[in-house]
């Protein structure tokens, strides 16, 4: 079972957030520190909106940084190629039909870092994830949700 702190993570997207980490570690405090000096020899500080924004800017850029280093630390790589499009796991984009509804509604089961533009993203530690993983294509799942018990039919399972 997961921590509420461990993200999952394919090795594909632990990659790019490395990548991104790094980036933002060296190219990325090197171009504020820039973007800040110059707009210190502008003159009064109080007044210079060029140096509020790069400030604004390096406070944005080090929270990243920490998110980055801390997702990366507890971050498990899940193996993509023991994913099966029979049983909804994290990493499957599943297709549900809520009860009562025609319109199917696609969902990664995973981290928001996984994001993609056809799909919405469902963490695996949410009540929608948690009665989703382990069931196939036809089950019909029931969940709490903030405003009341739902149900929704598994159409389909794809990676």
Do not use: C, F, W
């Not at 594909?12 to 190219?27: I, M, N, V």
């Not at 297709?95 to 799909?119: A, F, H, P, Q």
């Amino acid at each position: 079972m997961l921590t509420v702190s461990e993200t999952q993570l394919t090795k594909e997207t632990y990659e790019r957030l490395r990548q991104e980490l790094e980036g933002l570690k060296t190219k990325g405090r090197i171009d504020i520190a820039n973007a800040i000096e110059q707009a210190r020899a502008l003159g009064d500080l109080s007044e210079n909106g060029d140096y509020h924004a790069a400030k604004d800017s390096q406070g944005k850029m080090e929270a990243r940084i920490r998110q980055l280093e801390a997702m990366l630390l507890d971050a498990t790589i899940v193996d993509s190629s023991n994913l099966t499009d029979d049983t909804v796991s994290t990493g499957s984009i599943v297709g549900i039909r809520y009860n009562g509804d025609t319109e199917v509604e696609y969902y990664l089961v995973g981290s928001i870092e996984e994001k993609r533009e056809d799909v919405l993203v469902v963490s695996p530690q949410s009540p929608l994830g948690k009665a989703l993983i382990g069931h196939k294509i036809g089950a019909k799942v029931i969940y709490e949700a903030p405003n009341g018990t739902l149900e929704v039919e598994i159409v389909s399972i794809r990676l």
